[in-house]
């Protein structure tokens, strides 16, 4: 399913623009969970030069990725196990992209719950997943663009069921896993640009 990421409805453009972090309050650290080759930290490193980035995954060569020069202080990677304690602490954002729909939410909550003893207050938790949005409503009910991307979301979801006994999640769903891994976090928004299959989920502690 890897091709798939390579579509304009997956472009990281499209997460750069629903941050907004050029308007509203810019994050200094940012720790970038399961971020793989570290493609989405390079991407807001260039864009946002305040910003730090700190991107974990599982033992892998990706742990010993070279950085330009350039970045040498701003971008780090580092092997870490989600299922784990967090090790870094105090970050202002700790951030997921299409990690939660590999997952069930009993381990999808435990993802949450592990974040917990690195966490300060006002910490953001980002996910960059798809939110599947109710039927009936004008999400799903304007332009063709918008009726391909729900077909397409909801075609995802059933291969993720498939394969991985997991799911996509509504607006409502998210909240419900929020509040089921801490009640002191709480939803703060979800933004999809239009031709995006991702949105932005933004959670607070």
């Known amino acids: 399913m890897r091709f798939l990421k390579t579509t304009p409805e997956f472009d990281i453009a499209h997460l750069i623009r629903d941050l907004a972090w050029d308007t509203r309050k810019c994050p200094g ?7 793989g080759d570290g493609s989405i930290a390079a991407a807001l490193v260039r864009k946002f030069p305040s910003v730090k980035c700190i991107v974990q995954d599982v033992a892998s060569p990706t742990c010993t990725a070279s950085v330009p020069d350039a970045w040498k202080d701003r971008l780090q990677f580092q092997c870490h196990n989600m299922f ?5 602490q ?4 700790y951030f997921f992209r299409s990690t939660f729909h590999d997952w069930s939410d009993k381990y999808a909550i435990q993802i949450l719950r592990n974040l917990i003893p690195a966490l300060k207050n006002g910490v953001r938790i980002i996910a960059n997943e798809v939110c599947i949005p109710t039927p009936n409503t004008s999400l799903i009910s304007g332009s063709a663009v918008v009726h391909f991307t729900y077909k397409f979301q909801r075609g995802y979801d059933l291969t993720m069921k498939q394969l991985f006994n997991s799911k996509e999640r509504s607006a409502q769903e998210w909240m419900d896993l929020f509040a089921a891994a801490d009640n002191r976090f709480s939803l703060e928004r979800i933004i999809s640009s239009p031709g995006s299959i991702l ?3 933004e959670g607070k502690r």
């Open 29 to 35: 650290l940012v720790v970038d969970v399961g971020g």
């Open 84 to 88: 784990t304690e967090q090790p870094v």
């Open 90 to 93: 105090s970050a202002d954002v």
């Open 199 to 201: 949105a932005v989920i």
